[in-house]
């Protein structure tokens, strides 16, 4: 990398770090994408518009879809961006806080694939691999979730009724059929 390249990504990361909500650096060196799409790996394509990761937001979409919930990068990458439809309105904030659980744990399995994919030089999993992990990830987080919550919250209420839906959603059922014990508390 050539220097006055460095110290431009220097400047940037000093930027980003003065604007983000963390102190950790997130930072992508300009090349094409980890996964061999060709594309030119931004944040939105490592994190949502890549192929290889689409499928992902793709799975998790067409199940929240019933509540009107919106997987775009405007909505992943600013929370509050975060809308619903009639039916999604009755769990608005159970909804918003399985949704930023299932966001968090799915940049976050992202990320930790597309590294060893880049720097470990590990296989990608195979796409029904990583819905199943994400899946798993995303119980366990509302799990520890719900049993951190007072026994009266109205939201944990809210989450339940919720994921009741969730489970007779199509693309969904039948992982809620093989695990049912996923969110057992």
């Given at each position: 990398m050539p220097n006055s390249t460095t110290s431009a990504c220097k400047r940037m990361d000093a930027i980003a770090l003065q604007h983000a909500p963390s102190q950790c650096k997130i930072w992508l060196p300009p090349n094409h994408s980890t996964y061999g799409c060709g594309a030119v790996e931004t944040h939105q394509h490592a994190f949502h518009d890549c192929p290889r990761i689409c499928t992902l937001w793709d799975f998790h979409s067409t199940a929240l879809d019933c509540f009107g919930v919106d997987f775009n990068w405007s909505s992943i990458s600013d929370l509050e961006v975060f809308m619903t439809n009639r039916l999604g309105s009755h769990h608005y904030d159970a909804l918003y806080i399985l949704w930023s659980l299932l966001v968090a744990s799915l940049l976050h399995s992202i990320w930790v694939q597309h590294n060893f994919v880049q720097y470990e030089h590990r296989s990608p999993l195979s796409a029904r691999t990583w819905t199943e992990h994400s899946f798993h990830a995303w119980t366990m987080s509302i799990g520890r979730?719900?049993?951190?919550?007072?026994?009266?919250?109205?939201?944990?209420?809210?989450?339940?009724?919720?994921?009741?839906?969730?489970?007779?959603?199509?693309?969904c059922r039948d992982l809620w059929t093989r695990y049912p014990h996923c969110l057992q508390l």
């Open positions: 979730w719900h049993r951190l919550q007072d026994p009266s919250c109205a939201d944990r209420f809210g989450a339940l009724d919720a994921l009741r839906i969730l489970q007779n959603q199509p693309n």
